[in-house]
């Protein structure tokens, strides 16, 4: 099944726009996990279990696993994803940009050690750094647009001949890069009017991973509003810190249950 496929099937199967993210930081466990060798992946373990009912898809961000020399520990989630939730897709968030020969291997790593569905990349080099992404016929690629940081104004809101720079990028990605038919789009929920724009531009087919609700503030009636399609599907609406490390009573992975149910129920409220 190709990484679009499987995720309109999980937007069907779970009614859930949410994408949990997996951000796993050290500084950060629960007590019960602090000094052991495996706790990045029996964290993310636990939290998976907890809210697999409510979403659409994980996506583990990359970093927090190398700075911690933990990228065994990301194959064996990678692992346990596809073996106990093969329906939900797994979005590697590594947002790659290198020369071609170096995003062969960048590609091989992603699709082929991990074996994600679909990975984050940067346009910076343009579209021959893309290429051998698009090799994987089967898996998805989505390129950053309009990020879901303040600086990312910085160049993506550039005119290029009476165009912002992000809008040239998802016109690039969605007429011309998407050979595949798999491609997809970065754009933040903190840029509510450039997400609705992205929208208009691309129609209504192109997915969209949208950070920057939850711990970035980002509003889901705005982004619902914005970015969903005319099926009211169209967004993987990304929650990390807000949903690892939520404060409730009870065990921690029933305070990642309920925000994650109730972020599920926000947005299902709003689209
Ligand atoms: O524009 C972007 C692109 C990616 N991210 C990533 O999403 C999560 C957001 O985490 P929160 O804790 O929900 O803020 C994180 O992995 C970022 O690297 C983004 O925030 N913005």
């Known amino acids: 099944m190709s990484f679009i496929q499987k995720l309109n099937a999980a937007w069907a199967s779970s009614d859930s726009l949410l994408m949990v993210g997996l951000d796993p930081d050290l500084t950060r466990m629960p007590d019960e996990l602090k000094g052991k060798p495996d706790a990045i992946f029996q964290f993310c373990k636990q939290v998976i279990d907890a809210t697999a009912p409510f979403v659409c898809g994980f996506k583990p961000q990359i970093a927090y696993f190398a700075a911690a020399g933990a990228e065994g520990q990301l194959e064996d989630l990678c692992a346990y994803l596809r073996e106990q939730y093969p329906h939900l897709p797994i979005v590697l968030d590594a947002k790659r940009g290198d020369i071609g020969a170096t995003a062969t291997q960048y590609a091989q790593e992603v699709f082929g ?3 994600a569905d679909a990975v984050t990349v940067s346009p910076y080099l343009g579209a021959d750094s893309v290429e051998p992404y698009l090799e994987w016929e089967d ?3 989505i390129v950053l647009c309009r990020t879901s940081n303040p600086g990312g104004s910085d160049l993506q809101f550039l005119m290029t001949d009476g165009v912002p720079l992000y809008l040239r990028v998802a016109d690039l990605v969605a007429n011309k890069w998407n050979k ?4 997809g789009l970065v754009v933040g929920a903190t840029f509510p009017n450039e997400l609705a724009a992205v929208r208009q531009a691309v129609g209504d087919s192109l997915p969209l991973l949208v950070p920057g609700i939850g711990a970035q503030g ?10 969903c399609n005319a099926q009211k599907t169209g967004m993987m609406i990304n929650s990390s810190r807000a949903i690892l490390y939520a404060q409730g009573a009870g065990h921690w992975t029933e305070a990642a249950a309920s925000v994650a149910k109730q972020t599920r129920d926000d947005i299902n409220a709003h689209r």
């Open 113 to 115: 050690r991990y074996g």
């Open 139 to 141: 898996r998805g690629v």
């Open 180 to 183: 595949t038919g798999q491609c």
């Open 218 to 227: 980002g509003d889901i009636a705005a982004t619902c509003a914005a970015g």
